[in-house]
C-alpha cells in the first residue's frame, strides 16, 4: 500500500514558482500519480496526472523521479488565488485501493 | 450543467438518527466514490462502485451504507448517527476507475449534535 507524505504547509509569494514534493516509497506498478487541488468549502479539483517521468499542462508540470519513490508538483509563476490545499493521490488502477495523502496547505502572499 | 451534484449541502441532526445523502453524476463515468473529509482536512475514501458494483469498502462502520441505484446515482445512508460521523462528505466519480481523473461534488457538511 503506497502511503504517501507530504509538507504540511508552505509559504510563498505572487510570481513565484512553487514545488511541492510528495514521497510514495511503496508505489506499485499500476500505481499512477494525481494531485488535486482544494479551496475552503469546495470539492478538491484534479490539476495534473503522471506515471513516469515529466508531464506539464496549462497550470502546472509534475515531475517523477525514474524509481518514482516521489514526485514534485511545480506551480509556475503562483497568484493569490493559488492559495489552496494541494493533495497528492497515488491510485491502484485496478482500482483497489486509493490513497490520498494529508495534503500540503499552500499559502501565498502579495 | 452541474457535473456531480450533492444533496443537501448541510444537514444538522441528533444523535442516533438515520440520515441520507444524495449524490448525481451527469458525466456519464462508470465509478463512484464517498469520501470523508474530517476538521484535520485528511480525506479518506469509503466506497467505490463501479456500473452498480461494489469495488472499494474500506473500513467504515456498517451504520454506513452505501446504495447505488443506477451508474448515475450513488447515495449515503447512515444509521444511527453518532458525534465522530461530523465531518464533509465528498461524492465523486471518474470514467473508469480509480486511478483516472476524479471530479468531486460540492460536499455535504454533516454536523451531529
Known amino acids: 500500500l503506497a502511503k504517501t507524505t507530504q509538507p504540511i504547509s508552505m509559504d510563498s509569494y505572487e510570481g ?71 493533495y497528492c493521490l497515488v491510485g491502484d488502477v485496478r482500482a483497489s485501493k486509493i490513497i490520498f495523502g494529508s495534503g500540503t496547505r499552500l499559502s501565498i502572499r502579495p | 450543467d452541474t457535473a456531480v451534484s450533492q444533496t443537501p449541502k448541510y444537514l444538522v441532526t441528533q444523535m442516533g438518527n ?33 456500473n452498480k458494483e461494489l469495488i472499494i469498502n474500506e473500513t467504515v462502520p456498517n451504520r454506513f451504507s452505501p446504495k447505488s441505484p443506477d451508474k448515475a446515482h450513488l447515495n449515503l445512508h447512515i444509521n444511527s448517527l453518532e458525534l465522530g460521523d461530523s465531518a464533509v462528505y465528498f461524492c465523486a466519480s471518474s470514467q473508469y476507475r480509480a486511478g483516472d481523473t476524479q471530479y468531486f461534488g460540492p460536499g455535504t457538511r454533516l454536523t451531529v449534535l
Open chain 1, 16 to 86: 513565484q514558482e512553487v514545488n511541492i514534493t510528495c514521497s510514495h516509497n511503496n508505489i506499485a506498478t499500476n500505481d499512477y500519480i494525481t494531485w488535486y487541488q482544494q479551496f475552503p468549502s469546495q470539492g478538491p479539483r484534479f490539476i495534473i496526472q503522471g506515471y513516469k517521468t515529466k508531464v506539464t499542462n496549462e497550470v502546472a508540470s509534475l515531475f517523477i523521479p525514474a524509481d518514482r519513490k516521489s514526485s514534485t508538483l511545480s506551480l509556475p509563476r503562483v497568484s493569490l488565488s493559488d492559495t489552496a490545499v494541494y
Open chain 2, 18 to 50: 438515520d440520515k441520507s445523502i444524495k449524490c448525481e453524476q451527469n458525466l456519464g463515468h462508470d465509478t463512484m466514490y464517498w469520501y470523508k473529509q474530517d476538521s484535520k482536512k485528511f480525506l479518506k475514501i469509503m466506497f467505490s462502485y463501479n
